[in-house]
């Protein structure tokens, strides 16, 4: 049995009425209520086949929604669907892998002093190796020049050059080689490592700075984290709808590429094309229901200069500033609200 109730809202209480009464066996079996594509409302204790694939609620004896099932998805928002996913399993793991290395950093270094000393001592340690490498490069360059020597003693004399002395300065030949390989190597080594720590020591001031000038809290520590990342955490769900029409309009000012996505959930430009283009997307996290988040991911061409964008100074400075952004795009909405309001 089913009763349909036309576009006209205030019919519906009168037909749930209308079931209570006339039917109230059936109803205290089970209820649907749901609307087609016509905007044709619908109450009944089954769902013909050719309705399931409408959103619909199911409701107790006192017309409360008890439970509901959103309407299928078509192929293309089933795709949509995975692809936000996958994007905010990527997002989810870079913040749970800047988490766990600032974690680490804090749990490491006590103060700033202390990883500053750690800088100098490695440094120290790597140039002491360099000394080694550069020490031994000479000694087989003198070692070398002492056998061309003798090989050309042997020419100026008319003798044959020995073929052992011809196979020992092909041989410290190659061991000179490689002792310009070792020490290119350790230049790159040595260079990484100096830009891991500076990055780290930035890092460990921006996790450990107060206002005072003094270690913050954890919880201060976590909101400089959320800016580096381009994480905004929302205070609840009304600031979260605002923060996400305001993170729109971010993407749309400072993408280079034009539109793609635009849901609910993710607003994403379209995929770079050019070494120089950055492409962004935000997306809303839900780990936490009472807090929500908003996260920001810098995209850019998979190709060599496409990389070094999005590590350079550019990118970043995008991403740190999302944050802020929101901030100060709320904070304008509410003294405009204030103002309205004669606060």
């Known amino acids: 049995m ?11 209480p009168l037909a749930v009425a209308y079931w209570l009464v006339a039917a109230p066996a059936a109803y205290a079996k089970k209820m649907y209520r749901w609307v087609d594509e016509n905007g044709n409302v619908y109450f009944s204790d089954q769902v013909p086949p050719d309705q399931v694939k409408h959103k619909r609620e199911t409701l ?58 750690a800088f100098e001592n490695k440094m120290a340690l790597m140039d002491g190796k360099q000394r080694v490498l550069e020490g031994n490069k000479q000694r087989l360059e003198q070692q070398l020049l002492q056998q061309q020597q003798q090989a050309a003693e042997n020419e100026r004399n008319g003798r044959t050059i020995p073929e052992k002395l011809i196979a020992d300065i092909a041989s410290t030949e190659q061991q000179i080689k490689q002792a310009d390989l070792d020490l290119q190597r350790h230049a790159v080594d040595r260079q990484a490592a100096e830009k891991e720590f500076r990055a780290d020591i930035a890092r460990f001031e921006i996790l450990t700075r107060s206002e005072s000038g003094g270690v913050n809290d ?36 400072f ?69 802020g952004y929101i901030q100060l795009r709320l904070s304008t909405q509410q003294q405009g609200a204030d103002t309205l309001i004669g606060k």
């Open 255 to 323: 993408a280079t590429t034009g539109p793609d996505v635009d849901t609910e959930l993710l607003i994403m430009s379209a995929p770079p094309i050019n070494d120089n283009d950055i492409g962004l997307s935000v997306s809303r996290l839900g780990q936490e229901p009472d807090k929500p988040q908003i996260f920001l991911d810098v995209r850019c061409k998979n190709s060599t200069v496409g990389k070094e964008l999005c590590a350079s100074d550019r990118a970043q400075t995008i991403r740190k500033n999302f944050v």
């Open 2 to 12: 089913s009763v349909r109730s036309g576009k006209l809202v205030w019919l519906l």
């Open 60 to 117: 107790n004896q006192d017309a409360r929604i008890l439970d509901s099932v959103d309407k299928a998805k078509s192929a293309e928002e089933l795709a949509q669907q995975q692809r936000l996913q996958s994007l905010r399993r990527e997002q989810n793991k870079l913040i749970e892998k800047q988490a766990a290395s600032d974690k680490v950093l804090l749990a490491t270094y006590r103060t700033l002093d202390d990883i500053n000393r």
């Open 218 to 253: 954890a919880a201060n520590a976590a909101v400089h984290s959320n800016d580096e990342l381009g994480l905004f955490s929302c205070e609840n769900t009304e600031i979260c709808e605002n923060a996400w029409a305001i993170a729109g309009q971010f993407v749309r000012e």
